[in-house]
Nanobody, 127 residues
Framework: QVQLVESGGGLVQAGDSLRLSCTVS????????MGWFRQAPGREREFVAF????????GYADSVKGRFNIARDNAEKTLYLQMNDLQPEDTAVYYC????????????????????WGQGTQVTVSS
């Protein structure tokens, strides 16, 4: 059974930084692309960032480009999201996600590409 567990969320002030983590268990990690999504109150869940299986390719939503950095440690089976210069509009529940197959051809910024999701971690940014 594949399990994804996020951690690292919290309450911070505008301009602060946070690093989210997502640990994966129940299968191998290295060959699977991974994604981060977020859902703000009253809004649809949206794409934040993705990273390829070996980390050679990444992509970001325009709203976080230049402030957020996605990374992975395949030996530790852990995905990270470093979030800098946080703003109130970044307030959301953040989810990590993984596709069912290491050979998934789905678009990395689409939720339908991902079959496995964590429970989410709350990030709240005060102004």
């Amino acid at each position: 059974q594949v399990q994804l567990v996020e951690s690292g969320g919290g309450l911070v002030q505008a301009g602060d930084s946070l690093r989210l983590s997502c640990t994966v268990s129940g299968r191998s990690f290295e060959y699977y692309a991974m994604g981060w999504f977020r859902q703000a109150p009253g809004r649809e869940r949206e794409f934040v960032a993705f990273i390829s299986g070996r980390g050679e390719s990444t992509g970001y939503a325009d709203s976080v480009k230049g402030r957020f950095n996605i990374a992975r440690d395949n030996a530790e089976k852990t995905l990270y999201l470093q979030m800098n210069d946080l703003q109130p509009e970044d307030t959301a529940v953040y989810y990590c996600a993984s596709p069912e197959s290491a050979f998934s051809s789905g678009a990395p910024d689409m939720q339908d590409t991902y079959a496995h999701w964590g429970q989410g971690t709350q990030v709240t940014v005060s102004s």
